[in-house]
């Protein structure tokens, strides 16, 4: 008896910390975005400067904008969940808005917000973003 308690324990804790990781990441992911660079197919782009005009705003409970400069070009929701990538990568927490049925593999990492294509796509790439 004692060792199935333990091993519900274990199991317990482990489901624990991976749901408090997708609920720090959400927190972390709240704030006005801008693009910084596009590394992937077709064509790595140069460092964009600040205030370039490409911007996403990510706020509490969900909601979630993309603006051209400003001029709102999408407003709707999104949503912050595991799932298993075709091939291993450092992270399986995608972000997905009701503005497609694409989604991208989030994290923040050196203050820096990433969006990436799953590993399957042949034609994917990485949009890296600055706090604004």
């Known amino acids: 008896m004692n060792k ?3 091993l519900f324990l ?3 804790v482990f489901a624990c910390k ?3 990781e997708v609920k720090t990441l959400e927190n ?10 596009f590394v992937g197919y077709p064509f790595n782009q140069p460092i964009l400067p600040p205030g ?3 911007i996403i705003v990510i706020g509490e409970g969900g909601l979630f904008e993309r603006k051209q400069h400003d001029t709102l070009v999408f407003r709707g929701r999104y949503s912050v969940r595991r799932k298993k990538d075709c091939h291993e ?3 399986d927490i995608i972000f997905s808005t009701t503005e497609s049925s694409s989604y ?3 994290k923040i990492s ?5 969006l990436s294509t799953p590993n399957c796509y042949a034609d994917g790439g990485t949009a890296y973003y600055r706090r604004l």
């Open 89 to 91: 990568r450092d992270n």
């Open 104 to 106: 991208s593999y989030v």
């Open 4 to 6: 199935i308690t333990f």
């Open 18 to 20: 991976k749901y408090n």
């Open 110 to 114: 050196d203050g820096k917000l990433s």
């Open 10 to 12: 274990l199991v317990l």
């Open 52 to 54: 370039n005009g490409s």
């Open 28 to 37: 972390e992911i709240v704030g006005t975005w801008g693009l910084e660079k």
